[in-house]
């Protein structure tokens, strides 16, 4: 799991004493202390599963839960405008949300596997030099893309509201893709780098 995810369990039990307040304020203001000491000393907080997702995925979150077209304006922003600013409150639907994201699970997995008129689609430089497939995770709710390279698995950053919104965006990079094929499956596991 990712270590952040290990910080945020303890923050929940004891806010207080990490962080200094019952505020979601002091907990966005911590939690950006902590990412960016990680981007400073280059290390990276990640596994080699799918889920849980990256924690950045949380704003894409946020705006899903809210009905948000986008989610520019950042979880914390979002969960304050729902209580009423209030900052005690919006720790608590912080929490209640955290533990619902940190509990996603892959409602259906499907994949594709591009042939060269796939892999030439695109005729100017590739946006992704190599491409052999094209995942397409269901989750409860929304939808994530991730296109596979020869050297690695590239998670497209969004959280989309529906099945089509990244079929069309595989179809923009790669052309028509006809043939998918569908797996059960519990987590996705990688066998090569995985690229945010």
Same mark, same amino acid.
């Given at each position: 799991m990712n270590e952040i995810y290990e910080i945020l369990d303890l923050i929940k039990i004891r806010p207080a004493m990490y962080i200094g307040d019952h505020s979601i304020t002091a907990l966005y203001s911590f939690l950006n202390g902590y990412s960016m000491a990680l981007n400073r000393l280059s290390i990276e907080d990640h596994t080699d599963t799918l889920l849980p997702l990256p924690f950045w995925f949380f704003h894409e979150y946020a705006a899903r839960q809210y009905g948000y077209y986008e989610s520019t304006s950042g979880w914390r922003n979002m969960i304050l405008d729902q209580t009423n600013h209030d900052e005690s409150q919006g720790l %608590?639907?912080?929490?209640?949300?955290?533990? *619902? =994201?940190?509990?996603?699970?892959?409602?259906? #997995?499907?994949?594709?596997?591009? %042939?060269?008129?796939? *892999? *030439? =689609?695109?005729?100017?430089?590739?946006? #992704?030099? %190599?491409?052999?497939?094209?995942?397409?995770?269901?989750?409860?709710?929304?939808?994530?893309?991730?296109?596979?390279?020869?050297?690695?698995?590239?998670?497209?950053?969004?959280?989309?509201p529906n099945k089509q919104a990244p079929l069309d965006y595989a179809e923009q990079c790669f052309g028509s893709i006809t043939k998918w094929k569908c797996e059960e499956i519990g987590n996705l596991v990688f066998d090569k780098e995985l690229e945010f």
């Open positions: %608590d639907a912080f929490f209640v949300m955290y533990e *619902q =994201f940190k509990s996603l699970k892959i409602v259906r #997995y499907m994949y594709a596997v591009l %042939d060269i008129k796939h *892999q *030439q =689609f695109y005729e100017k430089e590739p946006l #992704y030099p %190599d491409p052999v497939k094209v995942h397409l995770v269901e989750l409860a709710p929304g939808y994530l893309l991730l296109i596979e390279t020869k050297e690695k698995y590239v998670l497209i950053n969004s959280l989309y």
